[in-house]
C-alpha cells in the first residue's frame, strides 16, 4: 500500500514577502545605508517569517535610495507591501 502524499500549506502572503524582498536585493544597486540586524527564518515556512520580513521591511523604508525613479517606486511599493504600509501620502 502507497502512503499519501503530504501536501503543506504555505501562506501565499508569506511566501509573496519573501519573494519580494529577495528579488528587490537582487535588483538594487549596492546602497550606502546602515548596517542592519536581520537573522533570517531558518526557512520561507518558518511561522515567523513574516513578522521579520515585515519588520525588515519597514527598517529599509525610510533609508532607501534609487537614482532611477522607476525602480525606485517598484521597491518602494514592494518594501510597503511587505512591511504592511498600504497607506498613501
Not at 11 to 19: E, F, M, R, V
Not at 31 to 40: G, K, L
Request: glycine fraction near 6%.
Amino acid at each position: 500500500m502507497k502512503e499519501p502524499i503530504r501536501r503543506f500549506a504555505v501562506d501565499s502572503s508569506l511566501a509573496a514577502k519573501t519573494l519580494l524582498l529577495l528579488w528587490l536585493f537582487a535588483v538594487s544597486p549596492v546602497w550606502a545605508a546602515p548596517e542592519f540586524e536581520f537573522r533570517p527564518p531558518a526557512t520561507p515556512t518558518d511561522p515567523g517569517a513574516g513578522a521579520i520580513m515585515s519588520d525588515l521591511a519597514a527598517r529599509l523604508i525610510p533609508v532607501y535610495q534609487d537614482t532611477d525613479p522607476e525602480r525606485y517606486l517598484g521597491n518602494l511599493s514592494a518594501l510597503q507591501m511587505a512591511a504592511g504600509d498600504y497607506a498613501c501620502g
